[in-house]
């Protein structure tokens, strides 16, 4: 007798601002189908190609189901079985031994591996916290322009996702919604089929930009120069909604000066683009009522990109698009959901808290930090670290530097994984985490505003445990007491949230829990009149908050810091500048291994201006050197003209172990950091070509 198929509801864990509800098949406890659920608004029953298949990524046959001790030199991958016993004890015996001595010696590193908020940093946080371990600033993604909303907005907030659909104008910026925002897309595709215009700002004509009805290709990190050059349009021909500007702005005046200084003119110049683009544009955007600009990561990551966030998001407000609820702004919309992030992760337990505050190390600079321990930069050794939730070997920058790091015989290393990535190769205890459709959690999104319960569909493949049950049972074995580490998933998760708050509208978590997704409630046209969240409750063109900290208090545009601008010398030696945009079948690194989506993706490629190619006598199919300073590494040669002259584009991310020369983008990416938020400058890169 066949057993009965079961279906159950999870959410799509990964990095992605479409926060999808998916529908699960299960036969005999194996997930035989992963498919976007139809009763979600925002997932509309669509997952993208990477999550459709992610029932092949749970019961992958290289998954980890056992806990694995090295037994090999670090880097060659080389394990043995342990049991679960063995494997906190020899945990839990190191770290005591390490954090005796100096607490500060354990750090921890994670990012977006899941973004739940219970496998994310509840547990894992609160054991830190109680150890008094070194705290990581998670800032290798998105910190930059969370910082640039924050000193505008006051926080990650913006316009509702579903009302880009009733836009007359969309500019997508600094995004490729086609491959990152599925669901965005199709908003934007149903506002195109109602006469809006589209418009993408990126230096790559990527697969969205080609769907657009105008492409302007301008050079990497010079966004911010342009946004000031479409403000000065509005502010000389008058396309301003003085009422709003009045009522609901800080610093018109000191924004104006500013603009002055960035005529059409300069910025054409400084940007790569005809004047025309910029003063066209600009008429059209202050023209237009129901103006809407998705913004999105891509462009913070440069020196420049809190500045250039600042400068974009003060568009709104100066042509009044607030106003309507197709108008005005996205980058995220995380800032929307009540989270309660002290209750969620207990800062309260690190010892003498709140006025001992452990040393925090920058995840971008993990590469310098484990290479040059004890200085005044860096403060005391780290002796230990606990990787999850991430994969830095091949995504951290400066990738040289970083494995370097990882190779260190004095650094005991604890991995949590599903797989034996770059990293996983370095762990001394490399234990077998589940998946999403294995355990429980709670999700926010930053594209749209509904809060989500994931419930395990299969049991643990293995093995494998929750990180929430791997962190305490580490923590077991050392003794450690608070009951605050003992906490159920679900206990964690209720009180996570501020339910006081009025956007849940007088639900609770058994209301939440039951439905599987609750709606926040919020104004459809959220800042029409006013309210944000900085101190002054007004979108903030001068912050006083920056001033305080010794920065411009007005946006403006850096160079980058690799650029003709802004390193003369290193741009003569290396003269193109080389972006690593998503590819389309990754996700990061956490799809590489999926033997579908890897074929389909191909293998690692550069994309090179024919301009370009013909200089360096490169041609199409050319296996190439991509090098600088950092490092190098090789690929395979596509010339188009996608990339814009001066302008090398190597979709990413790979596992180094995967890619056929053994090295990935971040070979050549380097370790500065951005002008607000400490985040990572990927795209800020100066390189060199030449054909192998």
């Known amino acids: 007798m066949n057993a009965p198929t079961e279906f159950a509801r999870a959410v799509c864990p990964h990095d992605c601002p479409d926060t999808c509800a998916m529908r699960v098949t299960v036969e005999k406890g194996r997930a035989i189908k992963v498919a976007g659920d139809p009763d979600h608004p925002p997932t509309q029953g669509v997952l993208c190609t990477k999550v459709s298949r992610y029932a092949e990524r749970v019961h992958h046959p290289k998954r980890l189901t056992t806990p694995l001790k090295r037994v090999g030199r670090k880097g060659e991958g080389s394990f043995e079985p342990i049991s679960w016993d063995e494997a906190f004890t020899f ?90 925002n ?68 800080l610093g018109f005046d000191e924004l104006k000066a500013r603009a ?44 420049g990109g809190g500045n250039a966030t600042r400068a974009i998001a003060c568009l709104p407000s100066l042509s009044g698009a607030w106003r309507d609820r197709a108008g005005g702004l996205l980058m995220s919309s995380s800032g929307w959901a009540p989270v309660d992030a002290h209750a969620l992760q207990r800062p309260d337990l690190i010892p003498g808290w709140p006025a001992n505050q452990p040393r925090v190390v920058n995840m971008n600079a993990i590469g310098d930090a484990l290479l040059h321990p004890g200085n005044d930069v860096f403060g005391p050794k780290i002796e230990a670290l606990i990787v999850y939730n991430s ?93 605050a580490l003992y906490e159920s998933d679900e206990e964690v998760a209720r009180t996570a949230l501020r339910w006081s708050d009025p956007a849940f509208d007088g639900a609770d978590w058994d209301a939440l829990k039951q439905a599987g997704w609750i709606k926040l409630k ?38 980058p810091h690799e650029s003709t601008d802004g390193a003369p010398e290193l741009a003569a030696r290396y003269p193109l500048a080389m972006i690593s945009p998503p590819a389309r079948n990754f996700l990061n690194s956490s799809f590489v291994n999926v033997e579908s989506l890897r074929a389909t993706e191909g293998e690692p490629h550069l994309d090179m201006h024919p301009g370009d190619a013909a200089l360096r006598n490169i041609g199409e199919g050319d296996i190439v050197r991509v090098y600088n300073d950092r490092g190098s590494m090789q690929v395979r040669a596509r010339v188009t003209d996608r990339a814009r002259r001066g302008v090398v584009v190597g979709l990413s991310i790979w596992w180094k172990k995967l890619a056929p020369d053994g090295r990935n983008a971040n070979q050549v990416t380097s370790q500065a950091l951005t002008d607000l938020g400490g985040s990572a400058t990927f795209y800020d890169c100066l390189v060199e070509v030449e054909r192998v």
């Open 391 to 483: 994969n830095p070997v091949a995504v951290a920058p400066d990738s040289e530097c970083v494995a370097a790091g990882f190779a260190r015989e004095d650094l005991f290393t604890i991995v949590l994984e599903h797989f034996q990535t770059d990293t996983a190769d370095y762990a001394d205890l490399l234990l077998p985490a589940t998946t999403q459709l294995e355990h429980f959690d709670l999700h926010k999104s930053y594209g749209h505003t509904h809060v989500m319960v994931n419930q395990p569909a299969i049991p643990p493949v293995g093995e494998a445990l929750p990180n929430t049950e791997i962190f305490r049972g580490i923590a077991r074995k050392m003794g450690l007491q608070e009951p």
């Open 522 to 559: 919020l104004p459809d046209a959220p800042f029409a009149n006013g309210g944000f969240r900085t101190p002054s409750g007004k979108c903030e063109f001068v912050s006083a908050r920056l001033a305080a900290e010794g920065a411009d208090p007005v946006p403006d545009y850096l160079p």
């Open 260 to 303: 002055m200084t960035y005529p059409p003119s300069r910025v054409a110049h400084i940007c790569g683009v005809e004047e025309r683009e910029i003063v066209d544009l600009a008429r059209l955007y202050g023209k237009t009522r129901k103006a809407a600009i998705r913004l999105n990561y891509g462009m913070q990551r440069v020196r």
């Open 91 to 180: 945990a839990a015996s190191r770290l005591t031994e390490i954090t005796s001595r100096e607490p500060q010696a354990l750090l921890p590193y994670s990012y977006a591996g899941t973004m739940g908020l219970v496998q994310g940093d509840s547990i894992a946080q609160r054991f830190f916290h109680q150890l008094g371990a070194s705290r990581l600033d998670r800032t290798i993604c998105a910190a930059a322009g969370a910082a640039g909303l924050k000193y505008t907005y006051g926080a990650s907030i913006g316009m509702l996702t579903e009302f880009f659909e009733e836009s007359e104008l969309i500019l997508i910026w600094g995004a490729n919604p086609i491959a990152s």
């Open 182 to 249: 599925l669901h965005f897309w199709t908003r934007v595709q149903e506002a195109k089929r109602r006469g809006a215009r589209l418009v993408a700002i990126d230096p790559y004509r990527s697969l969205t930009a080609e769907k657009c009805h105008q492409h302007i290709a301008l050079r990497p990190g010079t966004d911010g120069a342009f946004a000031l050059g479409m403000i000065h349009v509005l502010i000389v021909e008058d396309l301003l909604d003085h009422a709003y500007i009045a009522g609901h702005t």
